[in-house]
Structures are given as C-alpha cells and as structure tokens.
C-alpha cells in the first residue's frame, strides 16, 4: 500500500512539473514578444513572472525522470534568458526605461553575470539623469553580491580618488587589478572592446596604486606599479603624474641606496615629465638638473 502512495506522489510531482513547465512555456514566449516589440512596461512585468515560475521549477523537489530534469534544465535557461533580455532590452532604451531595467535585473539577481560589466551603463545612465548622488552607495552595497566586479572595482577606486582618499583608492586599486587578471573576457562586450576596456582600466589601477605606495613611502613596489602604468595611459596628464612619481620613487630608492644608476634614472623620469604640459612641468624641469648634479656626485 505505502509503494502504492510512493508511485502516485512521484507521479503527481512529474505531473507538476510538467504542468509548470507549459506555463513557463506560454509566459518565456510572451517575454520574446515584448522584447521583440521593445515595450519596456511589458518587459519588466514579464520578466519578473518568468523569473518566479522558473525560480519554482528550479527550487522544487528533485526530479525523478529525465522529462522532469530537461523542465529543470529549461527553467534555469529561462532564468538566464530573462536576465540578458533585461540587459540587452537596456542598449537601445532610452535613459529613464535604462535605468528602470538595469533595477529590475538588480532586483531579481544582484549576482547577475550581466551586472559585472554592466553596473558601468547603469552607473553613467544615472548620472546622465542627475542622480550621480546614488552611485556610491549602490555600489558599495552591489560590491557586496559582486565583489570582483570590474565596473564596481573602478567606480569604487575613481570616487575614494576623487575625494583624496589616497589609501582606500589604492585598495580598490589592487583588488581592480587581481579581479582583471583572472578575467579572460565579459560576459556583455565583444573581445576587442573589452580588451581595450580592461588596458584602460588596469593603466588607471596601476597608477592609483602606485601612488599609494609612493604616500607610504614603498618606493620598490611603487616602481613596479607606475612602471607598468606608463605604457598603458593614453592622457597627458596621467602620464605626467605617473612620471613625476616615478622619479621620486627612483630618486629615493637612489639615494638610499647609493645607486647612481638609480638617480640617473629618475633624472630620465623627471626630463620625460617636464616634456609634457602638466603641473608637474616645472617641478620635473628642475629636478632634472638636481637630479644629475646629485649623481655626479656620486661615486
């Protein structure tokens, strides 16, 4: 009598998902329409139903049969259909419906793998609204779901840099950067754009860190990181800041050291950066002339 109940519960539980799989079926379908028909009001309505219908699916009982596990497969597929459409419904929309489907996607997953990349469209979608002010705090928060995220890294880093906050940018600067190498591509932008995104980003970061580095007087590692900066900055005046900093750093390990090839290199630094039209023009055009004098000095 007992394996009599067993077989009608497992029936009735492949009966459900059956049945759940077929209204998922009806409401994906009316997903595609919507996005088809770019009606953001119905995007987001369905979305969110497809999401919860799946998400019961998907959380339900183990399936017992290979039907019910290719429903379960499905589901998940769905699941990940809505979040791109989300994402990808955002490209041609305008500000305000941008923005209202980048908070959609965050709401139904904040871990979302199209969020990685994309917190950087919907961080500028808010400031081109005039609502910049929210972006620290979102992604401060969305650092917590996502927390190797590039575009949440680099906004993190460029606010604390904004404000002077040279210790906790290069933190952010570092993490930017060990997110970066164990990043092969993004799950939202062709290979050449992310590949120039990612130079873009880790010039920055190697920057910022380097600056820290020189506040704290760790002149080794400073060389190291503005050293690799350099060739991957394309403004003046980063390339200014990241070569008046290199001299320092070169100039102190120098003489510390009593390494007159090391002072001599700093000399090189600084004539490189009174080269280029910047704050530091001045400064580096005579440091260039200290710089040899002390090295000359030296034995």
Request: glycine fraction near 6%; aromatic fraction near 6%; charged fraction near 25%.
């Amino acid at each position: 009598m007992r394996f009599r109940f067993l077989i009608l519960a497992t029936l009735m539980s492949a009966g459900l998902i059956l049945a759940a799989g077929e209204t998922l079926d009806d409401s994906l379908q009316s997903l595609k329409d919507a996005v088809a028909k770019k009606d953001v009001a119905q995007i987001k309505t369905v979305a969110a139903q497809v999401y919860d219908e799946a998400g019961k699916i998907t959380s339900g009982p183990a399936p017992e049969t290979e039907l019910d596990k290719e429903h379960v497969n499905e589901a998940k597929e769905a699941r990940d259909y809505v979040e791109y459409a989300l994402y990808n419904s955002t490209l041609d929309a305008e500000n305000a419906a941008k923005i209202d489907l980048f908070a959609t996607l965050q709401q139904l997953n904040p871990k979302s793998k199209y969020l990685e990349d994309g917190y950087t469209y919907y961080f500028a979608a808010l400031t081109s609204a005039g609502d910049s002010a929210k972006v620290p705090a979102m992604a401060e928060k969305a650092l917590k779901d996502l927390p190797s995220s590039p575009a949440l890294l680099e906004t993190m880093m460029n606010l604390t840099a904004q404000k002077n906050q040279i210790a906790v940018s290069a933190g952010y600067a570092q993490r930017l950067i060990a997110a970066l190498g164990k990043r092969s591509k993004s799950e939202i932008m062709p290979e050449a754009d992310w590949q120039r995104r990612k130079s873009a980003m880790l010039g920055v970061a190697h920057m910022i860190s380097g600056l820290g580095l020189v506040a704290q007087e760790k002149n080794y590692r400073a060389d190291q990181e503005l050293r690799a900066a350099l060739p991957l900055l394309t403004e003046d005046a980063q390339k200014a800041t990241v070569l008046f900093n290199l001299a320092m750093a070169n100039y102190r390990l120098g003489s510390v050291g009593l390494n007159k090839g090391q002072v001599l290199e700093a000399a090189k630094f600084s004539q490189q950066c009174a080269a280029i039209k910047s704050q530091f023009q001045d400064t580096c055009s005579r440091n260039v002339t200290a710089m040899k004098n002390y090295a000359a000095g030296m034995r």
